[in-house]
């Protein structure tokens, strides 16, 4: 009996193991580089959209500083999961008072989603990081350091990550499709460009779901079988309501419902992507403001549990009759 294969999940396939591999970020990856160079750093705090890079960052720092030992003096927490007072005075108290192994200088140990900690345990962590900074580094990485209490944020070297230019996403995907054997079309890769928004891993994930079931990537691959609304879909969606065409405008929103299984988020920053391209005869500039503006109360909405059809629906409303006033509901 044959042994069946398991595909490897890309994202953790092709993630850089050292500084020198990471794409994009030119601003962050050299002072990086630096530490490892030196073996010497502070507290550091990664802030940023998802899949720009943090986790990565941090992981590619433990490889260059440590080498070989790296997994023996790293450590990975999630605050997402343990964000309680209890995690900081059980398990990271425990990691971080003992000494490095194998020569190192100090251990690090790497904090995902510290934004998640609650109040009490960001001012025990802050003691913590205090405490034992001589056998211990802290990263703490975020999406919005602006939940981060300013004792935290004093103490650490903070990196702003942005999102990725499309040409660093473009070329991380190409060197991907290479390894995997893969033929991705022109207008494949801009409909990944224009789905993942900067967003690198989310970019990896189409690929790897399109080039899955296919040798040959296509647009067409990627409306098949990728959730994420493709360009012109948006576009004919759009154009429907900004001819005042609802009922149509609704329909196509639906088959991105229905037929594609898309999210209410993933549509509307599909809009807000597209938005800046509508030529100013059809939307005027001043009719753009304010359709962003709304579109931001949407989003805010969406965050907060309201219905992805609802909301959506009254977007396409709201541009079929016509945008709505700045502070309209």
Request: proline share 4%.
């Amino acid at each position: 009996m044959s042994e069946r294969t398991v595909e490897a999940v890309w994202v953790e396939k092709y993630r850089p193991t050292s500084l020198r591999d990471m794409e994009g970020q030119e601003s962050i990856v050299p002072l990086l580089r630096s530490y490892a160079e030196k073996r010497s750093m502070p507290h550091l705090l990664f802030a940023g959209p998802p899949g720009t890079g943090k986790t990565t960052a941090a992981l590619a720092l433990a490889h260059d500083l440590f080498g070989d030992d790296w997994r023996q003096n790293f450590l990975e927490l999630n605050a997402s999961d343990e964000r309680g007072i209890d995690t900081v005075r059980t398990t990271i108290k425990q990691y971080a008072r003992t000494a490095p192994i194998g020569g190192a200088g100090f251990k690090l140990l790497f904090l995902d989603e510290a934004d998640n900690l609650t109040q009490e345990a960001q001012a025990s962590l802050r003691r913590m990081m205090e405490r034992y900074s001589s056998s211990c580094r802290f990263i703490l990485s975020c999406n919005y350091s602006s939940r981060i209490i300013e004792p935290i944020q004093s103490r650490c070297a903070v990196f702003r990550f942005r999102a990725y230019r499309p040409e660093a996403v473009r070329h991380q995907l190409e060197r991907i499709a290479k390894a995997e054997k893969r033929t991705v079309t022109p207008d494949a890769y801009e409909a990944i460009l224009a789905a993942s928004g900067g967003d690198m891993r989310r970019a990896t994930n189409l690929l790897q779901l399109a080039g899955t079931h296919t040798e040959t990537v296509t647009a067409e691959t990627l409306k098949e079988y990728a959730t994420a609304p493709l360009r012109r879909e948006v576009e004919g969606m759009l154009g429907a309501a900004l001819a005042g065409n609802f009922r149509e405008a609704r329909e196509r929103l639906f088959a991105l419902f229905v037929d594609r299984g898309a999210a209410g988020e993933e549509i509307l920053r599909a809009i807000h992507a597209y938005l800046p391209d509508i030529s100013e005869t059809v939307l005027p500039a001043r009719e753009k403001i304010r359709l962003l503006e709304y579109l931001g109360e949407v989003d805010f909405r969406l965050a907060q549990g309201a219905s992805d059809r609802i909301q959506l629906e009254a977007v396409l409303a709201h541009v079929a009759l016509g945008v709505p006033k700045a502070g309209g509901a």
